[in-house]
């Protein structure tokens, strides 16, 4: 797209879906109704197979084209780094980053179109330093070094995720009303009854009866407690916790716990997430974040998700291969978080001409998103912008179709014509802090 002034034009991008057993199956999934203009002319959709996540970045697993060119994004940036901006001071730490050249012409975020119909491995994200430790003990398993802090904001009208520990007190509350926890090994009911006793650090206490249950992952005779409880519960519906949490609370855990009877039956991560985790229900155009030491798994729904640039990720529930436990808890605190404590705010952009843009602050420094929903101006960034139009618009004055990608170079002032819908992850360390989080 050419530039309507002295500045750098808008590059379209291809996009590519993946497939991963728990997304979505065929055109039921937001990832392939944008597939056709996110990847072009190459995507073919294939009724019977789950998309899961449409990857729109440099990172190598999955990288970013350009539109209808062999090229790769990075490539295409690593000879112009005046595109990305002060962004280009984030070096990219995974495979082929070794040498400067590779690690130049990396967008320091990865932004995914993100659909599930069951749940996402149970994981936690180390941070730089003990990804550091992991991949120099095993490289071949532990090629990415980056930290993964990551946000998802609803795009459907509901979508259900588990993400870091609930409050004490509800945890207490919420095992007391699930009788099966006396079948479960003695090191579990040990742990448990310090979590209840209250005695001592909360934080240890969580961390510790947590892991005692995931240490039973894959054990038959577990499995059992396991699916009678999940029989109960589907029988009794939301009374089953009774008065642990509120009314609506309680009818989430039921819904939850169908799902996950359905495609994770007798996984004894069912009572590490159900029981101590937050199960965040969140509508249209809600976010949350997860930081470094916050375990999590999405449920069922359709997000925008997006992370720093990386792929770093211990899986402990709801997999075919778990990660060993141990590794797993060295990554986290067993801090406790209420649900409002990682919501995302929003609020009207400042660099926006006609406020139709709301942006979220995120407190991550990599990056941060923006939610255009009409026409705008908006100043020029930093950094770099992936763009994905939800709706056909007008960019920069040029008809855009429903699932085009778009880079946005740093120092582009971009305009936006009509009643689309965009949503733009971006970097920008002029923005204000309040507007945008940390930068
Ligand atoms: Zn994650």
Known sequence: MSSSRDQPGLLRLSAHPNNYEWGKVGSDSLAAKVAPAAEGSGFELDEQKP??????????????HLYGKEILLSDYLRGRPKLLGDAVKFPARYPGSGPKENADGHV??????????????????????????????????????????????????????????????????????????????????????????????SNSAIKDAWQAILNLFGQDKYSKVVNGFTKRVKSEGPSAFKDAVSSNGAEDLAHACKILDEYNHGDVSIFATLLFMNLVKLKKGEGIYVGADGPHAWLQGEIVELMAASDNVLNVGFTPEQDNVQTVIRAITGK?????????????????????????????????????????????????????????????????????????????????EGDGEVWMAFYDSKSDQKEVGKN
Request: proline fraction near 8%; include cysteine; hydrophobic fraction near 35%.
């Open 51 to 64: 998309y899961a996540e449409l990857w729109m970045g440099t990172h190598p697993n999955n990288p970013s």
């Open 108 to 201: 320091p975020f990865l932004f995914k179109i993100l659909t599930c119909k069951q749940a996402l491995p149970l994981q936690i994200h180390p941070d730089v330093e003990l990804a550091k430790k992991l991949h120099s003990d095993d490289p071949d398993k532990f090629p990415d070094t980056n930290h993964k802090p990551e946000i998802a904001v609803c795009l459907s009208d509901s979508f259900y995720g588990f993400a870091h520990f609930r409050p004490l007190k509800e945890i207490q509350g919420l095992i007391d009303t699930v009788p099966e926890l006396d079948d479960l090994s003695e090191s579990v009911k040990k742990s448990l009854s310090t979590l209840k006793d209250g005695h001592g650090s």
């Open 336 to 416: 406790s978080f209420s649900v409002s404590d990682i919501s995302l705010n929003s609020t009207t952009f400042s660099k926006s001409s006609k406020g139709n843009t709301r942006v979220y602050s995120v407190p991550f420094e990599e990056f941060s998103i923006m939610h255009i929903t009409g026409p705008d101006t908006l100043e020029a960034l930093s950094g770099p912008g992936i763009a994905i139009a939800l709706k056909a618009t007008r960019l920069q004055g040029e008809g855009v179709p429903m699932g085009s990608v778009w880079f946005v170079p740093a120092g582009t002032e971009l305009s936006i």
